[in-house]
T-cell receptor
Framework: GENVEQHPSTLSVQEGDSAVIKCTYS??????FPWYKQELGKGPQLIID?????GEKKDQRIAVTLNKTAKHFSLHITETQPEDSAVYFC?????????????FGQGTTLQVKP | NAGVMQNPRHLVRRRGQEARLRCSPM?????VYWYRQLPEEGLKFMVY????????ESGMPKERFSAEFPKEGPSILRIQQVVRGDSAAYFC???????????FGQGTRLTVV
């Protein structure tokens, strides 16, 4: 069935350090992998995404890597800042149902200490 | 260019009442998705709609929940005879097609008392 596992559930880093969040998925037909940032009381905000035809994508301090063979993808945040503190969700779509619906991971609460 | 608009932001209902949640997609977007987020949990897919059509409702509870996206006006998620377990944040997302980026609204936080 459709399932996304996300780790760790909480992550605390010092300002300036890097943060890495990992997700694994089960549907080999999945082809779209977005990452969302959710601040308290707000809706999820799309921060970066990757499609299955590429292995890595970078946008300033944020990068995402995808390993389709192993069915896992990761979010990398470098030079973390206090404003990066939030809950981060990975998701996948385009699987067997191919309707564009997103299957989300359980979320990672990132705390960046000044 | 306004983003996805949801209203109300907060909704309090007594057990047994009806809750109506509205979602206006981004301009140019004709695909709408509804998700539910329980406290301290991730988002769970509920339903996917295009104008006047329900495409995928595999995540909708079988009873009391319904959704529509009429030709004119916002998408509506309707919960009849609410129970305490319906208390959650309900998010709407829209996309231009069914295979492009989805953008979320700020959500409606439903509290059933």
């Amino acid at each position: 069935g459709e399932n996304v596992e996300q780790h760790p559930s909480t992550l605390s880093v010092q300002e300036g350090d890097s943060a890495v969040i990992k997700c694994t998925y089960s549907d080999s037909a999945s082809n779209y992998f977005p990452w969302y940032k959710q601040e308290l009381g707000k809706g999820p905000q799309l921060i970066i995404d990757i499609r299955s035809n590429v292995g890595e994508k970078k946008d300033q301090r944020i990068a995402v890597t995808l390993n389709k063979t192993a069915k896992h993808f990761s979010l990398h945040i470098t030079e973390t800042q206090p404003e990066d503190s939030a809950v981060y969700f990975c998701a996948e779509a385009g699987g067997s149902s191919n309707t564009g619906k997103l299957i989300f991971g359980q979320g990672t609460t990132l705390q960046v200490k000044p | 260019n306004a983003g996805v608009m949801q209203n109300p932001r907060h909704l309090v209902r007594r057990r047994g009442q009806e809750a109506r949640l509205r979602c206006s997609p981004m301009k140019g977007h004709s695909h709408v998705y509804w998700y539910r987020q329980l406290p301290e949990e991730g988002l769970k897919f509920m339903v996917y709609l295009q104008k006047e059509n329900i495409i995928d409702e595999s995540g909708m509870p079988k009873e009391r929940f319904s959704a529509e996206f009429p030709k004119e006006g916002p998408s509506i998620l309707r919960i009849q005879q609410v129970v305490r377990g319906d208390s959650a944040a309900y998010f709407c997302a829209s996309s231009q097609t069914g295979n492009t980026e989805a953008f979320f609204g700020q959500g409606t936080r439903l509290t059933v008392v």
